[in-house]
């Protein structure tokens, strides 16, 4: 596959299902990656073909539902390269057709034929014979090579599988199919005993019905991702449905009855073209029926239209986007001070006032702060640099207390508040006074 076809990386479950699911589907749209297992290097085998080209085939040994799977497609691909289905088929009739006319010609054997007829007869029945043991020779040949291909490409626990399931199908005294039914007796290898070997081993991955949880899940409980193009979505649609065909399906197990379809019956492209369309978002779907009258015919035709669908939308999305990142910047501009924003020009600033150096020639050069008033303005020198007398003169202690106990501020406020508070008590007394000699009065008036 190529690299504008893949799913973007970290892909949740979430971003392409709709809702949760209570049971997982057999193979979901996000390949499932085994975090605790360390990833390994597969080992590869070089299988050749019958044109002298060899081809490199990884050696499965661990995996996820969908490597294993992919492999068993693959594997299935290389025997069918090597022609060994059609080998097998050929070899079969001509196994039986062999079987058939030996048959004819020992019943139509006479024993009281003339000799001639009988040596005749003999011949005949010899060379029969033959060609029936070099057609079983070669299908057994080539089904030996279908059954040891596919264990070649196998390693550890699933070779192990693969050789147990062999066993108990050809070296037992009785076999049991796919469906459960035990028959007695050892089976003998055929294409079709290859197959059910094959049909047992996916069990040991797959539950019965795999097959019809994968449709439901793909016809269902898929949507969408935000995150991929509409390309991708096709293509990861059709390899989940292409997987269908391979799954196991309840109608050869045990709990299949009469009435049970097949389940393992892949979506035909108007199927999957009107799912792959119920996939998308509603507005896309709105869309692409406001343009057709019609119900698509397959994914080969949605695409188009669907891409241009996806255009238009991400255009609609980008100037939303732009519009909402234009709405959250005013409200923060407009909170300031409008009359402010007016007077300060199109940045809304004030701007700062050029502070003026104010500086005193006469307070540099004999004491003083100099920064603080200009030359002309300088109350503490004359231009003579003589000092002026109320620069000279001594400030009054009752303006500056602190000055009295040597520039002990605590003490002279210790001071302070205790002549305020000595001052309030004497108005006090004094108020204290005037009201008793108020009464005395007013007494000796009501008296009189």
Not at 136 to 151: F, N, T
């Amino acid at each position: 596959m190529s690299s504008n076809l893949k799913s973007p990386d970290m892909l949740k479950d979430v971003e392409c299902e709709k809702g949760q699911l209570s049971q997982r589907p057999p193979i979901p749209y996000v390949p499932v990656v085994d975090l605790v297992t360390p990833k390994e290097e597969p080992t590869v085998l070089k299988v050749k073909l019958p044109d002298d080209s060899h081809i490199s085939v990884p050696i499965f040994s661990r995996g996820n539902n969908e490597e294993y799977i992919a492999h068993i497609v693959a594997v299935l691909r290389i025997i069918e390269q090597k022609s060994l289905p059609k080998k097998c088929r050929v070899y079969a009739k001509a196994v039986v057709k062999r079987q058939a006319a030996l048959k004819n010609l020992q019943e139509a054997s006479e024993p009281d034929a003339a000799s001639l007829e009988a040596a005749a007869r003999k011949v005949e029945i010899e060379q029969t014979t033959q060609m029936l043991q070099e057609a079983q020779r070669a299908h057994d040949k080539a089904i030996a090579e279908s059954y040891e291909q596919l264990r070649n490409l196998l390693s550890g626990d699933a070779q192990s599988q693969w050789d147990r399931v062999c066993r108990e199908m050809h070296e037992s005294d009785s076999w049991a199919a796919v469906n459960g039914k035990v028959t007695e007796g050892r089976r003998p290898r055929t294409w079709m005993s290859f197959l059910d070997c094959l049909e047992l081993h996916k069990l040991t991955v797959f539950s019965a019905d795999a097959a019809e949880k994968q449709r439901f899940y793909i016809q269902q409980a898929v949507r969408k991702p935000q995150r991929a193009t509409v390309r991708q979505h096709i293509s990861r649609m059709g390899v989940l449905n292409d997987y269908v065909r391979h799954l196991p399906t309840l109608k050869d197990s045990s709990k299949a009855v009469p009435t049970t379809r097949k389940g393992n019956i892949p979506f035909c492209e108007a199927d999957l073209a009107a799912i792959v369309l119920s996939s998308v978002p509603m507005s896309w779907q709105n869309q692409y029926n406001l343009n057709h009258s019609t119900v698509p015919e397959s994914t080969r035709t949605l695409l188009p239209d669907l891409e241009a669908i996806e255009r238009v939308m991400e255009e609609k999305r980008g100037a939303n986007l732009k519009a909402k990142a234009k709405g959250s910047t005013a409200p923060a501009e407009a909170k300031g001070n409008p009359k402010r924003k007016a007077s300060g020009g199109p940045t809304g600033r004030v701007p700062k006032k050029g502070r003026s150096e104010k500086f005193c020639q006469r307070c540099k050069a004999h004491g003083g702060p100099f920064t603080t008033h200009n030359t002309l303005d300088c109350r503490r020198y004359d231009s003579n640099g003589k000092p002026l007398e109320a620069a000279a003169a001594k400030p009054a202690e009752s303006k500056k207390p602190y000055k009295k106990f040597g520039g002990d501020k605590n003490m002279a406020f210790m001071q302070s508040m205790f002549e305020a508070y000595a001052k309030s008590q004497k108005k006090a007394g004094k108020s204290k006074k005037r009201k008793k000699r108020n009464y005395d009065t007013s007494d000796s008036s009501d008296s009189e």
